[in-house]
């Protein structure tokens, strides 16, 4: 017990005496992982956004004129039977008509239906929406129902969200070289610290084995010093992030109110909120450096101080 | 006890320092290693601390044998020895009562255990009024005394002491000297390697003298001689005592 507060202790003399390294070392840890973060805080946002962009697209599939009101609803049957429905909505041509007018046109939706004089222009175009459970099922759903004679057209979001999906993957491999390369240099430079304070002990460690002192005695100071430094490496930009994020959801709403006050494009673009991303990022964040301090003097320090 | 058998060690340059050495030093003696620049004085005390392992022959040191002491037992084997060098070897970025008490930090003593022990150690070594002082700032003398002080905190049962006079001038070396004996007088074995003839004459102690790695003369110590060159001990006395034939005892053998 006294050794391990006595390795704690000169695990941090060692970081103040060493001090332009460690500053050197917390700052690119802090680079690293406050990109690391932010490409997290991207990503999540891109999924989240995906996600309900698909959820709230669901499939909507138009009926052949010819069909009468119980063939739609034994249609409806059949569909809500299948495994992996979640909810299976009629909408009436009224109110498809209503929901276009509310987003396209918003506020000023009475003009627009003022100028067809009450007329629907989507009569005929009431249409079930469905929306899977899971969404990966959408496109076995899509196969199953082009089968169905009753059908005349299907729409689903394909397009849209594998466009999502696309940028998606290109932020996760750009994100991933750019943090693999700050990761590297992290690495580089931890390791640069620790072996320059066991250049400085080098003297001290000798006297300490000779004195008697273990491996882990002479040891821990310097793994104590890159924890040190993955900590901060890790509070620093966190503290950063979870301000900067903070800003930039209220912005974004901010941005995104004015543009259009309702609809599904507020509802898709709304940011996670930073009280639900920031646990995950504060976890991500920390563990990263800690065990990036923790591994890399390790290592380090193994192959300087062999006995 | 200390045994060397048949030990024999060769450096990777294939400089052999030590060769086929026999040597016994029995609990509580006091011995001088003595002999010319590269005679293998120093190769033999890192034999003893485990720094370096014998290429041949067997070594035994209070029942541990070196030779097949694993990686992992050194540490607890070296806290039974104290070591001395002729460099001080005190961490300058500490205070003496810190560079006395980082021997007892090492084994994991307690904090009021150090203060106890230092406190102590500070007395027997006197350097009371010093403890708070950088190593810059004390004389040779008193650096290292701060040294043998951290080499016997721990209560080592042998004291090795590489040229613990070699920078310090005659007063300085007296005291040191002094300390020396003393520790031997509470039980503890001292080896101590010194190029001080006068030191060796006057001490009345064993003397083991190298040559090109061998033992070439090993001169017991006089029986009852204990203050060594404290001792009012007649000129030719001194004079008497030479290499290579073994003193007899007579009368004159100083008396406490
Ligand atoms: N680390 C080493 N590598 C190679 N050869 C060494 C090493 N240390 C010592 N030697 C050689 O071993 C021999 C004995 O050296 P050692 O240091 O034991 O002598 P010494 O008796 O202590 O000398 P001195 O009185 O000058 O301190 C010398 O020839 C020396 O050159
Ligand atoms: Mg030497």
């Known amino acids: 017990m006294n050794t391990f507060i006595y390795c704690i202790k000169q695990g941090f003399r060692n970081f103040f005496r060493n001090s332009i390294f460690s500053i050197a070392s917390v700052a690119t840890v802090s680079a690293c992982i406050f990109l690391f973060c932010m490409f997290l805080a991207l990503a999540e946002n891109l999924q989240s956004i995906v996600r309900k962009a698909e959820t709230n697209v669901g499939i909507t599939v138009f009926f052949k004129e010819s069909m009468t009101e119980s063939e739609k609803k034994a249609l409806r049957e059949r569909i809500s039977e299948r495994e992996g429905v979640g909810e299976v909505r009629y ?4 109110e498809a008509w209503e929901s276009f007018q509310k987003e396209y046109f918003g506020d000023r939706a009475s003009e627009l239906s003022d100028a067809f004089n009450g007329d629907n222009p989507l009569a005929d175009s009431d249409s ?58 992290s690495i580089f430079l931890i390791s640069n610290t620790i072996s320059v304070a066991a250049a400085m002990r080098r003297r001290e460690n000798e006297i300490m084995r000779l004195i008697g002192a273990t491996n882990y005695m002479i040891r821990s100071p310097f793994v104590v010093e890159g924890v040190i430094i993955g900590t901060l490496g890790a509070l620093i930009p966190l503290a950063g992030i ?5 800003r930039v959801t209220e912005w974004m709403l901010s941005q995104v109110s004015a543009i ?12 996670i909120p930073v009280s639900e991303i920031f646990p995950t990022m504060l976890c991500a964040g920390l563990i990263l450096g800690v065990l990036m301090g923790f591994i890399v003097s390790r290592i380090t320090i193994r192959k300087h101080l062999k006995v | 006890m200390i045994r060397f058998r048949n030990v024999s060690k060769t450096y990777e340059t294939g400089s052999r320092a030590v060769k086929n050495l026999c040597l016994t030093i029995d609990d509580g003696e006091f011995v001088f290693i003595a002999g010319k620049s590269g005679s293998g004085k120093s190769t033999v005390i890192k034999l003893i601390t485990g720094e370096l392992k014998a290429t041949e022959g067997i ?7 070196l030779l097949t002491i694993k990686k992992r037992d050194i540490p607890q084997y070296r806290r039974h020895l104290g070591v001395v060098f002729q460099d001080f ?5 500490r205070n003496v009562y810190e560079n006395i008490a980082f021997a007892q930090r090492v084994i994991g003593a307690s904090n009021s255990e150090i203060k106890k022990n230092v406190a102590d150690m500070l007395r027997l070594t006197g350097l009371s009024a010093k403890y708070q002082n950088m190593p810059y700032e004390l004389s040779g003398g008193e650096q290292q005394r701060t040294a043998i002080a951290r080499a016997l905190i721990n209560r080592p049962d042998i004291i090795l002491a590489d040229e613990p006079t ?91």
Do not use: C, W
């Open chain 1, 91 to 94: 909408i009436s041509a009224d």
């Open chain 1, 128 to 185: 079930f929406e469905i929306f899977m459970k899971n969404i990966e099922d959408q496109d076995g759903m899509v196969a199953f129902l082009s089968e169905l004679p009753e059908i005349r057209d299907i729409n689903y979001a394909n397009t849209v969200v594998n466009a999502l999906k696309k940028v998606n993957r290109g932020i996760y491999g750009l994100s991933a070289i750019i943090i693999g390369i700050l990761f590297a240099v």
């Open chain 1, 242 to 246: 979870y301000y900067t994020y903070k």
């Open chain 1, 260 to 271: 259009s006050s309702s609809g599904a494009f507020k509802e898709i673009m709304d940011l």
């Open chain 2, 59 to 65: 070594i035994e040191v209070n029942g541990t044998n």
């Open chain 2, 89 to 93: 070897r005190l961490l300058n970025d």
């Open chain 2, 166 to 256: 070699g920078n310090l001038d005659e007063q300085n070396s007296e005291e040191i000297m002094k300390l020396l004996y003393r520790i031997n007088r509470m039980g503890t074995t001292v080896i101590v390697v010194t190029h001080s003839r006068k030191i060796i004459e006057t001490s009345g102690k064993r003397v083991i003298y190298m040559d090109r790695g061998t033992i070439v003369d090993d001169i017991p110590g006089e029986e009852g001689h204990i203050y060594g060159m404290y001792d009012p001990l007649p000129q030719e006395k001194k004079r008497g005592r030479s290499r290579r034939r073994p003193q007899d005892e007579d009368e004159s053998g100083g008396l406490s």
